[in-house]
């Protein structure tokens, strides 16, 4: 009962901290940048422990921020392309130290330094593309579309969990998480469908739908965030199983660390990108 209780009050916290954020540009930008340098960290930490893999989280996880800022800058048309080259640089010295730091395994080191950027960084940054579009003469900040990621990604946990636990019978990928059933994905799924034509009618009763999604474009993008946000939290566990551990961290109390807790995040974002530019909406 106590740990219900922490976890409930951690995820009303989480939740709420997330939503208020996308009310204004600053706050969105400067509550990601952090979570993605706590995740890097994080990440940097767990694969350091491998024997004989060194990377370094300080350099990895600065660089993580910067990408973070420069695409928002970037994005926003506060910056010109050039604000990547300090990011540019942070790689390249992160692959040039390994020739002067004597490692036991430099590859494994170079592997995982590039994998903190690829599979965490990157994903994060890319929220900066749905959060600013440009309308031809100029750019706007809209809150909708990584927003409703969020939103559909809660949806179809809940969904999941409760189909699940009431008809799950057939496991979905029982060799790496044995707690998830094909019934709870398709209950999950079927929820986030119709939770994201509810966005679309909401939107579009209230004149705020900026993407110009029709109803089963919603509905596509939210079987897109439902697809890769399961393989998200599927490619996290076989990272979890793959380092012999059952939590990336215990930052959030009752809910382990931020890996856990995004990791449906880094793979729906840059599918609802791919989605969206796919559209010609972005």
Same mark, same amino acid.
């Given at each position: 009962?106590? #740990?219900?209780? *922490?976890? /409930? *009050? /951690?995820?009303?916290?989480?939740?709420? $901290?997330?939503? /208020?954020?996308?009310?204004? @540009?600053? $706050?969105?930008i400067l509550l990601f940048a952090l979570v993605t340098g706590m995740t890097v960290w994080e990440f940097c930490t767990l694969v350091s422990d491998r024997p004989g893999v060194q990377v370094n989280r300080f350099i990895a996880s600065v660089a993580a921020v910067y990408l973070f800022f420069a695409m928002a800058g970037y994005n926003s048309g506060l910056t010109p392309p050039t604000v990547f080259i300090p990011y540019l640089v942070s790689i390249i010295y992160l692959m040039v130290a390994e020739l002067y730091l004597k490692a036991e395994d430099p590859v494994n080191n170079w592997a995982y330094t590039l994998m903190s950027q690829l599979y965490i960084a990157l994903p994060f940054s890319l929220l900066n593309v749905l959060a600013f579009r440009s309308t031809g /003469?100029?750019?706007?900040? +809209?809150?909708? %579309? @990584?927003? +409703?990621?969020?939103?559909?990604?809660?949806?179809? &946990? %809940? =969904? $999941?969990y409760i189909c699940g636990s009431l008809l799950g019978r057939h496991k979905l990928f029982p060799r790496i998480s044995p707690g998830k059933s094909w019934e709870g994905s398709i209950g999950g799924g079927l929820l986030v469908v119709a939770a994201s *034509? =509810?966005?679309?009618?909401?939107t579009e009763q209230? =004149?705020? #739908? &900026?993407?110009g999604l029709t109803a089963w474009e919603w509905a596509g993008l939210g079987l897109v965030i439902v697809i890769f946000g399961t393989w998200g939290d599927l490619v996290e566990s076989l990272l979890k199983r793959t380092l012999h *551990?059952? &939590? +990336?961290? #215990?930052i959030l109390p009752g809910h382990g660390g931020m890996l856990d807790r995004f990791d449906s995040t880094l793979m729906a974002v840059p599918a609802s990108v791919v989605y969206l530019y796919t559209l010609t909406i972005v």
């Open positions: 009962m106590k #740990n219900f209780i *922490i976890r /409930t *009050i /951690t995820a009303v916290f989480f939740v709420a $901290a997330i939503v /208020t954020s996308f009310l204004r @540009p600053e $706050a969105m /003469t100029s750019i706007q900040y +809209s809150y909708l %579309a @990584p927003l +409703s990621i969020f939103v559909f990604l809660w949806v179809n &946990d %809940a =969904g $999941a *034509i =509810g966005v679309w009618y909401l209230y =004149g705020v #739908n &900026d993407l *551990i059952k &939590d +990336s961290g #215990n």
